[in-house]
């Protein structure tokens, strides 16, 4: 199977990260975002993540100029219409997807891969709106997507062998990335485990046992995770993560899903994380611990 051009919808935080990623992997890139201000925009931050990797050594100014002249910026769903795959990367909303999925069915071949890179939603429910829900399949990327090397590959209840085969090819063989197979379930693996630690952390600072730095540091130190449960969650977004629990409080109905009232409060004053410059921490222009 031969893919040369993915069409990404969204170009938030997740979709700059997989159209980067893409373009540096060879592929042509249609990114999709309806403003062309957000869009401006998030071509802007692209490049500004390419010459971080430059101040690192790890990336040419030549590579740079390459993997930016992969990316095109489109304004309509319609222009995805010769992409091989389509990847959704839009807001954790229901009804949101669903419109843009029933409006890419209409303009994609029925042999193009519809993917959603949603980590709660059922893709079964998103493939019903359309009219070929065998070639709808989750494709999870996690943040953050360059360095991180796992994609979950989530069948709906319709999703073909077929869809799926070539979901895994691409993953595996195109992108580089080990894919691991789910079935669709609210948080799939790595949201629901990931979102529980947090939530445990932010009772465990709640009751005063010890500070968000020193819970950091014991589980960073401890056991060798790359970032704490704060600076983890700062980093994905504490109003993800908040609505990512309350998805899953709500699937589940079990105790252990109820976020954390500390979150809800953080997240109503706006302490988003690293894209608000300040969370359960305080954050440069570039992301980095100020």
Same mark, same amino acid.
């Given at each position: 199977?031969?893919?040369? /051009? ?9 979709? @700059? ?12 890139? *249609?990114?999709? *975002? ?18 971080? @990797? ?6 040419? @100014? ?16 319609? +222009? ?62 996690? %943040? ?10 989530? &069948? ?17 063989? !195109?992108?580089? /990335?080990?894919? !691991? ?7 799939? !693996?790595?949201? &629901? ?14 009751? +005063? ?13 401890? %056991?060798?995770? @790359?970032? $704490? ?7 994905? $977004? ?8 309350? &998805?899953?409080?709500?699937? %589940? $109905? ?18 988003? +994380? ?14 980095? &611990?100020?």
């Amino acid at each position: 199977m031969t893919i040369r /051009k993915v069409g990404v919808v969204g170009a938030g935080t997740m979709g @700059q990260g997989i159209a980067e990623m893409l373009a540096f992997k060879g592929l042509d890139v *249609e990114l999709v *975002e309806r403003s062309p201000e957000q869009a401006q925009l998030s071509l802007q931050h692209i490049a500004h993540s390419l010459d971080k @990797q430059i101040e690192k050594w790890a990336l040419t @100014q030549a590579e740079k100029k390459l993997v930016l002249s992969r990316i095109k910026s489109v304004d309509t769903l319609s +222009g995805l219409e010769d992409c091989e795959i389509v990847i959704e990367t839009i807001t954790e909303d229901l009804d949101m997807k669903k419109a843009i999925f029933a409006e890419l069915d209409r303009y994609c071949g029925p042999e193009v891969i519809l993917a959603s890179n949603t980590s709660t939603l059922s893709l079964t429910e998103l493939a019903g709106v359309t009219g070929h829900p065998e070639r709808v399949i989750g494709m999870h990327f996690v %943040y953050p997507v360059i360095k991180t090397n796992l994609v979950e590959i989530v &069948r709906g209840l319709k999703t073909s062998d077929t869809t799926f085969g070539r979901t895994k090819h691409f993953i595996e063989q !195109v992108i580089e /990335k080990k894919g !691991v197979m789910v079935f669709e379930s609210p948080g799939f !693996v790595t949201t &629901r485990l990931i979102c529980l630690f947090i939530n445990e952390a932010l009772h465990v600072l709640e009751e +005063g046992v010890a500070s968000a730095e020193d819970i950091d540091s014991a589980m960073r130190i401890g %056991y060798s995770f @790359q970032h $704490g449960p704060f600076e983890m969650a700062d980093r994905f $977004g504490l109003d993800a993560v908040l609505a990512a629990l309350e &998805r899953m409080f709500r699937e %589940y $109905g079990e105790l252990k899903y109820r976020p954390s009232i500390v979150l809800k409060k953080m997240v109503r004053a706006g302490h988003l +994380g690293v894209k608000s410059g300040v969370g359960f921490f305080k954050y440069d222009k570039d992301g980095d &611990r100020a």
